[in-house]
């Protein structure tokens, strides 16, 4: 009767359970972003290369793409199951163009890749 009821419970219980933590990790992205160094650390990042750029200080400004880049690579992992494969590939596809303008020393072509870059970020959770 009790290996029954253990049954009945395991039966019923361990389905549920996946069900809610895998519902939890597909929501996880908000606090990710919110709470994890690398998360918070790429909205500042977006903003000190926006200002770099402007004072023309691109060594500098690469120097914090190659930090964005970084922090970018260890959240990757984290967000992949909580957010689309193609919101995913559009950050990464604007950060290595922003790269290439930092290079070029391109004004106008990086204050828009940084545009860009803030909007992919705000996607992303969505």
């Given at each position: 009767?009790?290996?029954?009821?253990?049954?009945?419970v395991l039966?019923?219980?361990?389905?549920a359970?996946?069900?809610?933590?895998?519902?939890?990790?597909?929501?996880?992205?908000?606090?990710?972003?919110?709470?994890?160094?690398?998360?918070?650390?790429?909205?500042?990042?977006?903003?000190?290369?926006?200002?770099l750029?402007?004072?023309?200080?691109?060594?500098?400004?690469l120097?914090?793409?190659?930090?964005?880049?970084?922090?970018?690579?260890?959240?990757?992992?984290?967000?992949?199951?909580?957010?689309?494969?193609?919101n995913?590939?559009?950050?990464?596809?604007?950060?290595?163009?922003?790269?290439?303008?930092?290079?070029?020393?391109?004004?106008?072509?990086?204050?828009?890749?940084?545009?860009?870059?803030?909007?992919?970020?705000?996607q992303?959770?969505?």
């Amino acid at each position: 009767m009790k290996k029954d009821i253990v049954l009945k419970v395991l039966f019923y219980f361990l389905p549920a359970a996946v069900i809610v933590i895998f519902l939890v990790i597909l929501n996880s992205f908000g606090f990710i972003k919110s709470y994890l160094p690398a998360g918070k650390q790429i909205p500042a990042a977006i903003d000190n290369i926006e200002n770099l750029i402007i004072e023309e200080a691109w060594g500098e400004a690469l120097q914090e793409e190659e930090k964005l880049q970084q922090n970018w690579n260890k959240l990757v992992p984290l967000i992949q199951i909580s957010t689309t494969e193609e919101n995913i590939k559009d950050f990464t596809r604007t950060l290595n163009t922003l790269e290439g303008y930092l290079r070029g020393k391109e004004k106008g072509l990086s204050l828009a890749e940084v545009q860009l870059l803030r909007f992919s970020w705000q996607q992303l959770e969505n």
